[in-house]
């Protein structure tokens, strides 16, 4: 199933400190981007569920050319225009089923923790193989159903697992659709990136409730979850930090024919 989530109404507010990302890690996902991309530069991107942009302006610099962040909520987008605003990126009012860009305009398309969102993906899997030229890649960072990697907030809130199992699609369900439209499975990357330098640092983001996932628990399971965090985080105040590394899975694609 996938998760609707009205981000103008609170998680517009907070998502950008809960999900902020420490330098050194965005250039681990821009190194797996560059790694998995066309070799020609410059490349125009659309990063699609763009957010907050807070990968937005990276991937500007990193491809030296155009972004287009697709974004269905304003206050996300009003939050990206002053979070991340670089010259070569726009923030765009559209949605996966809608991309607001001519056929056939994109090098590269990413979409990050974006699939689950995605009302229709059958007509998501036909706009992006519309905008995106032959030979131009897709990379979708997303979880996949049965084969969720260990977060650490899964420690905390014993039902985290299943519920994002019930969230995320599955990967071979998922291959085969965009198969069908035209984009071919390239490879799956794994990707090692740094969370949080420390338990504590993670729960500060953590307590904003920005993981859309948390919707679908109670109050009481999100309060006694909450409340075991912050005493583990506690308890590890004052001893050497420990980072917070966490796997992430990039499946990449191609899309095909002339």
């Not at 991107?45 to 990968?55: A, E, H, I, M, P």
């Not at 291959?175 to 499975?185: I, K, S, Y």
Request: aromatic share 8%.
């Amino acid at each position: 199933m996938h998760i609707h989530v009205d981000y103008d109404e609170r998680l517009h507010a907070v998502y950008e400190r809960g999900r902020v990302l420490p330098p050194e890690t965005v250039a681990t996902w821009m190194a797996a981007l560059t790694r998995n991309a066309p070799a020609r530069r410059p490349l125009t991107v659309l990063d699609l569920g763009s957010g907050t942009g807070r990968f937005s302006d990276a991937i500007a610099e990193t491809f030296s050319g155009p972004v287009y962040g697709v974004e269905p909520s304003a206050r996300m987008r009003a939050q990206a225009e002053l979070s991340h605003p670089h010259p070569a990126v726009s923030y765009l009012d559209g949605r996966a089923e809608s991309v607001p860009l001519p056929d056939a305009s994109c090098d590269l398309a990413v979409m990050f923790l974006v699939l689950h969102h995605v009302d229709n993906r059958a007509l998501a899997v036909k706009e992006l193989t519309r905008v995106l030229r032959p030979g131009a890649r897709l990379m979708v960072h997303s979880g996949f159903s049965g084969q969720m990697h260990d977060h650490l907030w899964y420690r905390f809130f014993p039902r985290g697992r299943e519920v994002d199992d019930s969230v995320f699609p599955e990967l071979a369900e998922v291959v085969e659709q965009f198969a069908e439209a035209g984009l071919a499975r390239i490879a799956m990357d794994s990707v090692d990136q740094l969370v949080a330098p420390s338990l504590p640092a993670y729960y500060e983001r953590f307590r904003h409730r920005s993981f859309s996932t948390l919707q679908l628990m109670s109050e009481q399971e999100i309060a006694e979850g909450m409340a075991a965090m912050r005493e583990a985080a506690e308890q590890a105040a004052g001893t050497p930090p420990v980072p917070v590394i966490q796997t992430a899975d990039l499946l990449v694609l191609e899309r095909t024919g002339r």
